[in-house]
Nanobody, 124 residues
């Protein structure tokens, strides 16, 4: 069982940066691949980035490549999403998720555990 709590969202101007954190409880955090998804009202929840259980492999949606970086610290049971050069279209609720052997997978159904989400708003 893994419980996830996101933090770090907020309001930022276009071109700015934010770092999201996702703190996990549970002794098995390091055995899970982790991912960030985002969702805007009325639309589906979309994959943003994934990272393997050991942190050596990552996967990004094309729209954030070169701007966002996913990382993890298994000693702290935390996964991060560093977001630079933010754009208005990055505005969404961001969710972290945990799944086994999942970091290359982009479907919501591939992840068993979810946080409650954190709002990111980018002003143009």
């Amino acid at each position: 069982q893994v419980q996830l709590v996101e933090s770090g969202g907020g309001l930022v101007q276009a071109g700015g940066s934010l770092r999201l954190s996702c703190a996990a409880t549970g002794r098995t955090f390091s055995s899970y691949d982790m991912a960030w998804f985002r969702q805007v009202p009325g639309k589906e929840r979309d994959f943003v980035a994934g990272i393997s259980w050991g942190g050596s492999r990552t996967n990004y949606v094309d729209s954030v490549k070169g701007r966002f970086t996913i990382s993890r610290d298994n000693a702290k049971n935390t996964v991060y999403l560093q977001m630079n050069s933010l754009k208005f279209e990055d505005t969404a609720v961001y969710y972290c998720a945990a799944g086994q052997r999942a970091y290359l997978k982009r479907a919501v159904a591939d992840y068993a555990y979810w946080g409650q989400g954190t709002q990111v708003t980018v002003s143009s």
